[in-house]
Every structure is written in C-alpha cells, then in structure tokens.
C-alpha cells in the first residue's frame, strides 16, 4: 500500500484530545491547517510520554537561551475538530528541534502490525511502501500550548483508587489491597 504523508507546517491548531467516556475513550493527536484536518489515534500513555518529552526539550531550550519563556501559552479547551476520521494508529513518535527553522518537529508514525515487517522496515520518508507518517511543525509557543492541554487531556480521565492507585469505573471496582472487596 502507498505511504500516506500528511505535513504540517505552523498549523493552525495542533492539540491532543479524546472522543468517548472516561475510561473508554479514544485519544487522538489532531492537526489543522486552512480546510485539512488529519486526526491521529493513540494510546494515553503515548500522549502523556510524548507531552512530558516535549516539556523537557522546551525547558532545555530555555535553559540554553535558544527560545524564549512563554508567559501566556494559548488556551485550547475546545473540543476536536470534526469530522474526527482516524487517518491511522500511532505506533512511534519521534520529536526533535530543527535549529535552522527554530520549530519543533513532531512525528507520528503508522503502527506495523508485523513484528518481522518492523525489523526490515526502513523508516525513510521517500519510501511509497512505508508507514503512514505525521509531520508537524510548531513553533515553542504552540508547543507549550500543546504540552499544557495534553497534560489536562490525560488527567481527566476515571478518579484513582486511593488504595492502589488503579483507575475506579463509575460503579467501583474489585481492589487488590482490599483483598478483592469492591471500593466505590
């Protein structure tokens, strides 16, 4: 199949979001840009890596005097642009700093499904057989925007346990450290 490239260069928005209830939702990297919206889905666990990595570069960006602290970052609490069509699952994201444009460089690349086919994938942008591939490109501003929404993103999911720290439904569940007992 044909490697789809979707590029994004200064979007006009670029965020993390989710579609669905707490506890099954959907989590999604989502750029726009004039009238092309691409939605990416992924896992909790990779948006809330890939936020705190991004944190961490902008703070050393900071530190070495290459971008300037955002005092005010642009608050983003809107929900997803529709229509939300899955273009395809994350399965690597790579970020970087591209020195020459002073952007961040966010990349989101299709999931291989084949264990076999990942050791002999060559991970070139030029190859038409490749995973599908998001590129974005955003300047510090947009980058901590992004960071602060995807950390409010992550943390409104189900309330924790207060006994093991595991994710309480609605109605409760079975907790380990109260031997199997149900904890609303």
């Not at 490697?3 to 707490?22: C, E, I, N, S």
Request: proline letters at 6%.
């Amino acid at each position: 199949m044909t490697r789809r490239l979707y590029a994004f260069d200064q979007p006009d928005r670029f965020v993390a979001g989710t579609v669905g209830m707490p506890g099954q939702r959907t989590f999604f990297l989502q750029a726009r840009d004039a009238g092309r919206i691409v939605s990416v889905a992924l896992e909790k666990v990779q948006v809330a890596v890939l936020a705190d990595r991004l944190n961490d570069l902008l703070d050393e960006l900071e530190n070495r005097g290459i971008t300037e602290t955002v005092e005010e970052a642009i608050d983003d609490d809107a929900p997803l642009d529709e229509p939300i069509n899955e273009a395809f699952r994350a399965g690597v994201l790579t970020l970087g700093w591209d020195g020459d444009t002073e952007q961040i460089l966010v990349e989101a690349r299709e999931q291989i499904e084949d264990d076999a086919a990942l050791e002999d994938a060559t991970l070139i942008e030029d190859d038409e057989d490749g995973p599908d591939l998001l590129t974005v490109r955003i300047a510090a501003p947009a980058a901590r925007a992004f960071v602060e929404r995807a950390v409010r993103v992550v943390a409104s999911g189900r309330p924790a346990c207060p006994l093991c720290g595991q994710p309480l439904d609605p109605t409760g569940h079975i907790c380990p450290r109260r031997n199997g007992h149900y904890v609303n």
